[in-house]
């Protein structure tokens, strides 16, 4: 047998001054950054060009793995270089390992604003965790493939066992190509039009309250909430107030005299006096503002009730920041993925006669 010898490695503490590591002359070929689309989903160029895995294919494991790493469209990324994001078929987004994005915490964080386009656009997707990022490269011209291991993987290799195949292959959730460039451009249009808005914390906040992580929704969410805010108060009531309504030139006047303009309830209440954005939406925001505060001093967890309805004026102050029309946003409510009640009936007399023993 032959013996794998390792490669001589020097320690950092022992380099001599100046040592520089030596760089392979063999190029690394399209390598990869890329997340999953959660939920499981199929991407279709168009609404017959899905691949109908069947039960008999999937028992006998003859159904074709290698197509659902097939990229079917792209993404631009407006990054220097122009390269664009690929989507395979299986749900994979992934962007260039390149100068654009040169370490994995500028990858997670572009997956992400990839992530919330689609978000914004009226697709459910979920945040990318750092631990979740996978590693890949564009393979043979058309393909994507990852070096992570993952239920991608599997399925793509005809890895899997047969019950895990089942719902994945036969039941995913179906994206057409269209429609995800629709919501892509819709949601890039919000992201290039407020400065100040960082995707991450609407992505997050989204995620954690469809997970009924209640506390992280409230916080993520309020950051968002703060930075439209700022966006509007700048952009739409300080450059336009000489033309609101006298009642707004006097609350504006007092909140001035007592030093409270700079208070997120004084904007807020102004902000909704000049009728720039709803009595509902402020009523909520009110609401949640109360709650994030007693969250942040007492560790009180808010209700999902509380955060479903901050989640609700969401576009409404993402439309009225961006000046969008009505953001595929609005499809998206805050009910969660799965039902998270005890069962009906129960019984722990094993458990309990199992705990005697130990």
């Known amino acids: 047998m032959a013996k794998f010898i390792k490669p001589l490695q020097i ?18 070929y399209n390598p990869a950054w890329i997340a999953h689309l959660r939920p499981y989903t199929a991407v279709h160029r168009a609404i017959a060009s899905g691949l109908n895995v069947t039960l008999e294919q999937i028992d006998s494991n003859s159904y074709d793995g290698s197509k659902l790493a097939e990229i079917v469209t792209l993404l631009p990324l ?30 997670v964080y572009k997956l992400n604003e990839v992530l919330c386009s689609l978000l914004l656009g009226g697709i459910h997707v ?15 011209k058309n393909s994507l493939f990852a070096y992570t291991p993952s239920l991608h993987t599997s399925l793509r290799l005809n890895w899997a066992a047969s019950v895990d195949c089942v719902k994945p292959l036969m039941n995913p959730r179906v994206l057409i190509v269209d429609e995800m460039h629709k919501a892509f451009h819709q949601g890039q249009h919000v992201i290039q039009s407020i400065a100040s808005f960082s995707p ?4 997050n906040g989204y995620t954690a309250m469809v997970y009924r992580n209640n506390s992280d929704a409230l916080n993520n969410l309020w950051i968002t909430v703060e930075q439209l805010t700022e966006h509007i108060w700048n952009e739409q ?15 504006h006047l007092k909140a001035e005299r007592q030093k ?17 954005f709803s009595k509902d ?6 609401r949640a503002r109360r709650k994030r505060n007693i969250l942040v001093h007492t560790g009180a967890v ?22 969008s029309e009505v953001l595929g946003l609005r499809r998206l409510s805050g009910g969660v993925v799965e039902n998270w009640d005890m069962p009906v009936r129960t019984d722990f007399s094993e458990w309990e006669n199992l705990a005697k023993t130990l």
Request: glycine residues 8%; aromatic residues 8%.
């Open 11 to 28: 320690k950092h503490e022992d380099a001599p001054i100046g040592y520089t590591p030596p760089i392979s002359s063999v190029p690394s």
């Open 302 to 323: 808010p209700d999902s009730g509380l955060v479903e309805q901050l989640w609700n004026v969401m576009p409404e102050l993402i439309e009225v920041a961006s000046g």
């Open 281 to 286: 939406c402020y009523r909520e925001l009110d």
């Open 200 to 203: 991450i914390f609407l992505l």
């Open 78 to 107: 407006g990054n220097p270089s122009g390269i664009p994001a690929l989507v395979s078929y299986d749900g994979a987004i992934a962007i260039p390992q390149c100068s654009d994005f040169p370490s994995r915490v500028d990858g």
């Open 260 to 276: 409270k303009l700079g208070s997120i309830y004084t904007k807020h209440e102004l902000l909704c006096l000049s009728d720039i």
């Open 126 to 140: 979920e945040v990318l965790r750092a631990e979740e990022l996978v590693i890949g490269a564009l393979h043979n």
């Open 237 to 251: 009531y300080l450059k336009k107030k000489d033309s609101f309504p006298e009642k707004v030139a006097k609350a």
